[in-house]
């Protein structure tokens, strides 16, 4: 290792103050730069965009000025002054009217899981999820503790649905799914992923299985009645008798569980499956030899400040679904954030 190496660690430095990134992104959204700079039809100063928004004119200019060497703002220098502008990325990902946007699910990472990530000391010493100590809140029933309030449930639909409309269609279309008509999205949230699929496979139907609050909530502010195909299906998918269908898709749950949990529902899903049907199961896939990808690690150590499970590799869900029954198992790597596993029943 050169000498300079050796006295300037900068990547351990960059680890140490990731942090400051991520604040300075969920502060830029939270106050609503992105916003005021997408609607202006011109660049503006620091000074412009604080009486905007009503935020100090020394702070705002060095909020703005942290954008830009983050590369989510433009700035060129004017006759007097540092004029902003939004780059195309932040225009596609970080303003609440693009169909992409990610603002959602930066709100929830910002409001949320950054709280219980405050805690990973204590989840990694007692290898459970910090609810209770971040909010206050039992974690006993788990989605009782995540939906704690209307607001923490359309929050957390809100995550679901950028997740999906950015990556739904990469996961939907892993696998021809052409053959499979009648399909049941469990957990499937704000429909995003039913979405999806129904724009990839026109002859399919899907019907989001959740519980009744959140069908409620998906019906009145998250799908229309233009999306004729998707249906809805109340009930609790431990607890509640599942319908026949030909595909049942699992995106973004068993992580969310342990592998006695997961053997438990994957068996009632092979015993509702009809013959030659199948289950697509959607998750973040760490690879066998521990050595990533990265996001799927952190994703697991979220997992454990938040819930009772934790991302796998493909043999891990190899093994849950020929437990529950299924055979002729196959992987498919996206080259995204999540990948497919597709298992059928004989």
Known sequence: MA???????????????????????FAACELGVF???????????????????????????????????????????????????????????????SPQSLYHSIQYN???IYLCWHYLTDAVREGRNQYQKAFGVSSKDLFEALYRSEAEMVKFMQLMNS???ICGRDVVTAFDLSSFRTIYDLGGCSGALARQCTMAYPECTVTIFDLPKVVQTAREHFL??????????????????????????????????????????????YRSCRAGGAVLVVEALLSEDDSGPLTAQLYSLNMLVQTEGKERRASEYRRLLAAAGFSHIQVQRTGKIYDAVLARKQ
């Not at 000498?3 to 992104?25: C, N």
């Not at 269908?245 to 053997?263: G, K, P």
Request: glycine share 4%.
């Open 163 to 165: 997740v999906w409309n």
């Open 224 to 269: 229309s009645i233009e999306d004729k195909r998707i249906l809805f299906h109340e009930g609790d998918f431990f607890e509640d008798e599942l319908p026949e269908a030909d595909l049942y898709i699992l995106a973004r749950i068993l992580h969310d569980w342990t592998d006695e949990r997961n053997v438990e529902l994957l068996t009632k899903v």
């Open 110 to 112: 910002s409001k949320t």
């Open 35 to 97: 916003e005021c700079l997408h609607d202006s039809e011109r660049p503006l100063s620091a000074a412009e965009v604080a009486r905007a928004l009503g935020t100090s004119e020394d702070g705002t200019e060095r909020l703005l000025s942290a954008c830009a060497g983050l590369e989510l703002l433009s700035a060129q220098r004017g006759d007097e002054e540092v004029l902003y502008r939004n780059t195309e990325m932040s225009d596609r990902y970080l303003t609440k009217a």
């Open 3 to 25: 000498e300079e190496d050796r006295s300037y660690p900068r990547k351990i430095l960059d680890y140490m103050e990731g942090f400051l990134v991520s604040k300075t992104l």
